[in-house]
Every structure is written in C-alpha cells, then in structure tokens.
C-alpha cells in the first residue's frame, strides 16, 4: 500500500500494543509510517484514532486565543483581564480571527481513516467501534468550525486531485445543514458507542460523550435560529423553529439524566473544598461521576502550563498572574442565602465597612466563588494571598508602583503595596483577584508541569443544557429542578422559581473560566451589549492606618475603581469569525462572513 502522512511515532504504536491506558486525547506524534503498518493491526489503528482524538479544538489550558502566549479564552469575555501588557485580549476592538480554527487537514484525515477502516486487519466488531469513534471525532471537528465561522463546506469523502483543481473548491454549506449534519452523524453512532469503556480506555469516547456533544450542539443551533439572523442565503444563520433544536437538546440531556451513570460531584463534605476537588480529580472517572469526558495530562511530556502562567505574583515559578477575574464576576456569585452578591463595602450611609482582615469582605459568599477565585486574604499553598493597594493615614491614601516601598518605622514599617499587588503596571493583578478553579493548591509548578485534567463533558454542564432548553420550551418546572440541583450541590439557597436570566446567571458561575463564556454571549446574541465600550472594575483594599498599632491590629477598607487597563468592544460581525484570508485566496467558491 502506498505512503500516508499520518503523523503517529513508533514508540506510540509500541506503547499502545502494550497499553491502552494512556490519553486519547493528548498524544505527541511526529514519524510518518505505512498504510500496512497503521491499518495491519489493532494497536496501529489505536495509534491512528489516538492522534485523531489529539485534534480535537477541546480549548483546554493550552489553547490561546490568537495563538498569543497565555492569552486564555476568559480575558476575552466579561470574565477577566489580562495582567500583562501585551496581547491580543487587550485590543479595545476585539480581533476578527482571535479564536480562528480552520483545520481541513484534520477533517481530511479523519476522512482518510473512515474511508480506511473497512479494510483493516481487525475484526468486524473492532471496526465498527473505531468507525464510531472516527465519526464523534469528525463531528466535533464539525462543530468546532460551525460555532466559529457558521456554515463551512461539509466534506465527508478524501478528496483527490486529478488534474482538475477547480473540483476541489468546495463552497460553504448553510450553518443549518452543518448543525445537522452533526446531529445526524451523532444519532448514527451513540449506539455504537459503548456506554463505559474499561480501565485502559476510560478517555475514549462513549455514547455518553455523543449525547453530551449532541446536547451541546444542538442547544448552540437553537441559540442562532432564536437569536441570530440569517444572512447569505442561509450561510450563517438558521432558518428553522428553534423549538425543534431545543428539544433535541433536551432530549440529548435527558438520555444522560436517566442513564443514572453521571451524579454531581460530592466526595468532601465542605462545600468550598467540594467544588474545587472536582475539576482536580477529573481523572479519576471511578470516583467523580460527575465526568463524562475528560482529557488528561502527563508530566513531563504530556502536560499543560496554566499554573506556570497564572499564579498569584508571590506564588509564581516566572510568569504568572496572566489572568485576573473582573469585579464583574466576583459580584456574579451570590451569597450562601440567595441574595445578590454585590460587595458590602459601604454602610447605607456611603461610608466604608472598615473589615479586621481582608477576607472577611468575602464571608458567606458562594462556595463557587470560594473555589474558582483567590481574593484579598484567601488561604494559598501554605500561605495567603496578600492584595493590598496601599495604606490610608488620616484619609490621605500612600500607595506604590512596586512592591518594595515601605510606609511607616521600625517593627511597624511594612511594604505599601501587598506581596501579591495589586499594581498597575508589570505583572501582579489588576483587579486585585486571581484565578483558583483548575490550579494545584499545594505545588508550585514550573511551564509545562501541570496536570490537572481538563473535563470536555460533565454532567453539571449537562444540566445546565436541559435547564436552558427546559426554559425555553416552556418546561419550566424542569429548568428550576436541574438549576437547584447545582445550587444544592454548592451550597446556596435553592430557588423557588426561574427564569431565563436566572439560569443563564447559573450557567456563567458554575462555568466560571471553563471556556464557555465566551461562546454562549456570542449565540445569545448578547455580546454587542455586553463588550460595547465596556471598562471592567476592580476591587483594592486598603490598610487603615492607626498610629501606635501593629499592622497586623489594623483594619481595612475597600474601593471600586476602573481597572487599569483598555475598554472593550465587540462588533456585530465578530459573532462569526473571519474565514483566513488565504483560503479565501486558494478557493474562489468560499464566501466571506458578513462585515469583513
């Protein structure tokens, strides 16, 4: 058989003849290697589907938007900021191509491997599994392109030159054949999917991870048809009932509720404790149920830097501090009570609460919080998270643009500006907050060292799903059971009723910096508004200085300010991506999207 360029090393195929055991989903691959060797045995087509699975746009910890360093997908949305000074996440007017993924390479070799399948040296049994998996994989290849761009050519087939290139240029497809395109491959092969897989391949695919990417999808289709427009014919923009998407996401939804296999997670019985402990132990898919797909990391060569890149300033190995939660989301999380969850930082008078110590401003707020987000006097690898501005003497503020001016004499002399910041230049926080959810709370890990799962599908998300498409259909009664599971699970009080904004509101907290955000306000159609000149806030304490007292005795104040850095705006157009130039340059049959 002729040469392929599948990108598999040797030692992977010698790996997986002996064990299965290792991620799916993240594979290092660089030598090129025969159809006979590849398609000739079972643990060649593992090699195969291995590196289709480390294809997958899962926009996990090493995804960067625009490909700049450690710009994580969260500084683009309401989210956070970037602490640095450089990067595509701090242009006023958000970029045309910041989240760009035009990969027809990888659709064409998951093309050349289900074309393949049929004659490889394996059995029946065996080839219609890794056809399954082939399928899942294309679909979310599919759908990582459609929520970018909208309708893109669906090219299903290997395509081959025969001298004739104009053949080759295949034209966009409507965003609605696309989505349900996706629906189709994804209701072929759920039920060739196994519902577990064992041990050795637990990161694999499941029909569970097809229901969850089929309920995720078809909830994005129903978002556009309801809220989007339609333009070029029907290249962006759905045409058809939204109800109908709805309900197919629904239904997805309900088939993972009902399976019984997936349950919140709740291995601690502290709450804050609880809800970080879910995403470190991901991997572990026989004691978190909540996982139904997960991509998991090796050191040293398999794993990810999101702890290198944004640890707190006093905690960091070099870079750090990258990504800084906004005022915004901090006030997002409610209190344990249900009440909203703005800062207490002023009496009803307009006077400052003065507070002993600076984490007592944060005192029964969310759990969630509490474990996505490290604030003023969080408890951190051993330490604390110390964030203070500066100090206040007789209402008079003394603050610093470093971290070594002192204030005050002696034993009570102390650094003006906290070990952590905030400042407004270098790299410590400029929102006096830094990120938790995902972090290791005991190592300080050097680039590349981190192995913190990243979860694609988990039943939290699931519920979520069917608690939107539940309110939109109407069903509201299913929507307030699945939101106040969530809540229960943290920790908060429970509601009574619900509305659309309540559980889009539950979905940006239990989500917090899972790389959702940012797509859902594109598919509500509420970016515009969102990201429209916006300046995001920040949150600086203050020491309150009393002479004759140690500053450990003193208390603190808070304020609001701007957050030193760029507004941002969102243009219409940016709810779809710019299709790359150079395509457009190689095929005259692609259109661009609207407003480029």
């Known amino acids: 058989m002729r040469k392929i360029h599948q990108h598999i090393s040797f030692a992977l195929l010698l790996t997986l003849s002996a064990s299965c055991n290792k991620d799916f989903l993240e594979r290092k691959a660089q030598d090129i290697i025969s159809d006979d060797a590849a398609y000739g045995s079972v643990s060649g087509v593992q090699a195969l589907t291995a590196n289709l699975y480390s294809r997958m746009q899962t926009e996990a910890f090493d995804y960067w938007v625009e490909g700049n360093q450690a710009a994580f997908p969260s500084q683009a949305s309401d989210e956070a900021v970037r602490s640095y000074s450089w990067g595509a996440t701090l242009d006023p007017i958000l970029g045309d191509e910041m989240f760009a993924w035009w990969q027809y390479n990888y659709v064409r070799n998951v093309n050349d491997f289900i074309e393949k399948i049929p004659n490889a040296n394996i059995s029946g049994e065996q080839k219609t599994g890794f056809l399954a998996e082939a399928r899942f994989v294309r679909a979310f290849y599919y759908f990582s392109l459609v929520k ?29 054949e696309v989505y349900d395109f996706i629906a189709s491959e994804l209701d072929a092969i759920t039920d060739q999917l196994p519902e577990a897989h064992n041990t050795d391949n637990r990161y694999r695919a499941t029909r569970y991870a097809a229901l969850a990417l089929k309920c995720r999808t078809m909830l ?42 997936f349950q919140l997670y709740n291995g601690n019985g502290d709450k ?77 008078a307009g006077n400052p609460i003065l507070y002993n110590n600076t984490a007592d401003l944060f005192k029964d707020k969310d759990p969630r919080f509490l474990a996505s987000i490290l604030y003023p006097g969080a408890p951190w690898q051993g330490g604390v998270v110390e964030l203070r501005r500066g100090v206040t003497d007789n209402g008079v503020q003394f603050t610093a643009a470093n971290l070594t001016d002192t204030y005050g004499s002696g034993a009570n002399s102390i650094p003006r500006v906290g070990k952590d910041g905030p400042l407004l230049s270098g790299d410590p926080t400029k929102t006096g907050f830094y990120v938790k959810k995902f972090m290791d709370p005991v190592n300080r890990l050097a680039d590349g060292r981190s192995t913190t799962p990243w979860i694609v599908f988990r039943y939290g998300e699931v519920l979520l799903n069917y608690a939107e498409a539940a309110i939109e259909l109407g069903k509201t009664a299913d929507a307030l059971n699945a939101v106040n599971q969530l809540r229960d699970r943290a920790g908060i009080k429970t509601l009574n009723s619900v509305t659309r904004d309540q559980v889009r509101h539950e979905r940006q907290v239990e989500l917090a910096f899972e790389n959702h955000r940012w797509w859902d306000i594109c598919r509500w159609r509420i970016a515009t508004d969102l990201l429209n000149n916006t300046q995001f806030h920040a949150l600086y304490p203050w020491l309150m200085w009393e002479n004759g007292k140690s500053p450990a005795d003193m208390k603190y104040s808070f304020q609001i300010v701007p957050a030193p850095k760029n507004t941002r705006t969102f243009l219409s157009r940016m709810y779809y991506q710019r299709i790359p130039t150079g395509e457009i340059d190689k095929n005259s049959n692609l259109v661009q999207n609207p407003g480029f």
């Open 272 to 348: 804050t404790a609880n809800f970080q402990q879910l995403f470190l132990t991901g991997a572990d898919m026989d004691k978190n149920k909540e996982v139904i797909f997960v991509k998991t990391y090796q050191s040293p060569d398999l794993a990810h830097g999101f702890d290198f890149y944004n640890a707190p300033q006093s905690f960091k190995v070099d870079y750090g501090c990258a990504t800084n939660p906004t005022l915004e989301l901090v006030e997002s999380f409610e209190y344990t009570d249900g009440t909203p969850g703005k800062l207490k930082i002023n009496d009803a």
């Open 220 to 261: 994005y289709a129903a978002s556009i048809a309801k809220y989007g427009s339609v333009q070029l014919g029907g290249v962006v923009g759905i045409a058809a009932n939204a109800d109908g998407y709805w309900q197919k996401a629904y239904d997805a939804a309900q088939k993972i509720i009902s399976s019984g296999k």
């Open 148 to 176: 970018r761009y909208g309708g893109v050519p669906l090219i299903t087939n290997v395509q081959h030159y025969n001298g004739d290139i104009e053949a080759l240029k295949v034209p966009r497809n409507k965003e609605q």
